[in-house]
Every structure is written in C-alpha cells, then in structure tokens.
C-alpha cells in the first residue's frame, strides 16, 4: 500500500498539533466558564466520600425519586493541565438486582461552578467547539498542502501533496482537499449540534446558577438507555464512514482515497 502507513502517521502527528495549540489558546475562556475543554491531561486527582452535610442531603434528595437501591457519592479536586484544579462531585448510583441481570448503573459528574451552584456536562457546548476545531484544522491543513508546502506531519513521513498532473496545490485546491478529508469528522459535530438525535442530553441549560437537584435530575436523563441509544448508533455509523473515508476506499494503483480522487489530488514522496 503506497505510503499508506506513512500518511495515517501523517495526519494524526498534524491532529495533535493543532489540537495542542487550540486548547493552549482556549485556556482563558475554559477557565473563564465560556466554553468546555478541547483536551485535558489529568496530572492529579484525590477525591473521598462526601461527607454528611447539606450538599450531600440535597443529593440523597434528589435521588431518593429515582428509587436506587445503592449510591455512592464523592468530591474529588481535579488537577489538570494546562487548565488548573477544579471540584467536582462523582456519583454512582444502582439499582436492581445483580442475581437477575437487571441492576442498571448511572455514573455522571456534577462540576462546581465559581458561583456554588452544580452543572452537569454539556454536550451541545462540547460538539460546538469540536466543530470550531475542525474548521480550524482544515484550515492548517490547506496552508501547509499550497503552494508545494509540506505540514510538520508530512515533512517528518517525508511526503507531500500535488495534483495529478504533478503540479502544485492552489490555495482554493488545497482547502477542496482537506475539507474532504475532514468532512465525516465536522458532519458529525455538527448533526450533534443541529439536529441533536438525543433531545434530553442537549437540551440541557448552559446558564450558570443550576440547583444541585436540578442538575442531578438532568444528569440522570443521560443514563437512560433509550436516551442514550441514537447517540451510540449515531457513532457506530460514523465510525463506519471513517473506516471506509481512510481506509476501505485506498486505491492501491494510483495510491489514493476517495477524497483525493474527487479533488484531483495525491500524496508522493519529494
């Protein structure tokens, strides 16, 4: 398979980068509350039982509808990087009975916001700024392939972009090339954010001051089996369009992939 491996190798050494350099640059709005982390690296964590108290009565309240049979409730202080500690509440919680194949578990975190107040993950907000990342990818992508110029990924596998016909990429060729490359990715984020297939998770409010409760009763929606089941076939599909993107539909005689046969485009060594 011409430069196959190389170019997987590629690609994903440039992924990285550019996903390094936007989360460094969205630490002020991460930690500022205005949007939810790219990418984190857990540097530490020490969390115990969450101690008796008004918080922990507020949950045994909010749960005690839900007729579990068990829960087991913890605060943890996160360290991450680059963006600093935060506190947040872990719960699991079960119920049923193991002997009979039916206990159902439900784990979630609720994050403490500056304010005091509770907030479960907010999925809409994530698949937003994974949409903003990969338009941004795109875009470093499409720099690097103009012009005869190589990104750091492929400079290191030693390959580079042309036409056809041998020739150098234009800019608008170039960002033909690598929108369709990166297309099953953005589709994906943004059918979560346009047409959310699981109403109850994204549907969750993103304004700050949430109840404790409130964000408990929120946070148990999302483990819901029929809630949860769209989204899980939502990604299988998904990952099938990127087996057959990058790999199913290599041709092994002229050494290209489907969206480099519909751009006019292929990946040589210099």
């Given amino acids: 398979m011409r430069h196959f491996w190389r170019r997987f190798l590629a690609f994903w050494i440039d992924y990285f980068i550019v996903l390094f350099l936007c989360s460094a640059a969205s630490v002020p709005l991460v930690k500022a509350g205005l949007m939810p982390p790219l990418m984190t690296v857990n540097q530490s964590s020490a969390c115990e039982t969450l101690k008796a108290g008004p918080i922990r009565d507020r949950l045994m309240s909010a749960f005690a509808r839900h007729y579990y049979d068990s829960l087991i409730l913890a605060d943890c202080e996160i360290g991450t990087w680059p963006y600093g500690s935060k506190r947040q509440i872990v719960a699991l919680a079960s119920r049923g009975s193991r002997e009979n194949g039916t206990e159902s578990r439900l784990t979630f ?14 999925t809409l907000s994530q698949n937003a700024s994974l949409a903003v990342f990969y338009v941004i990818l795109i875009g470093y992508l499409a720099v690097f392939s103009a012009g005869g110029r190589r990104s750091p990924g492929k400079r290191v596998m030693k390959l580079r972009v042309e036409t056809v016909g041998a020739e150098p990429l234009s800019a608008p060729l170039a960002l033909r ?5 990166i297309a099953p990715f ?5 059918a979560a954010v346009l047409v959310p297939l699981t109403p109850l ?3 969750l409010p993103s304004e700050p001051g949430i109840g404790l409760a409130e964000a408990v009763n929120r946070a ?12 899980v076939l939502a990604g299988l599909l998904f990952l099938a369009v990127l087996f057959h993107w990058f790999f199913a539909s290599f041709d092994h005689d002229t050494g290209q992939l489907d969206y480099e046969t519909f751009s006019g485009t292929r990946v040589v060594t210099p």
């Fill in 177 to 181: 090339r690598e929108a369709l490359k």
């Fill in 220 to 231: 148990y929606a999302l483990g819901e089996w029929y809630v949860m089941l769209p989204g």
């Fill in 186 to 190: 953005l589709a994906a984020t943004l």
């Fill in 201 to 203: 998770v994204h549907r």
């Fill in 109 to 122: 975190v609720l994050t403490r916001q500056p304010d005091g107040s509770f907030r479960p993950a907010d």
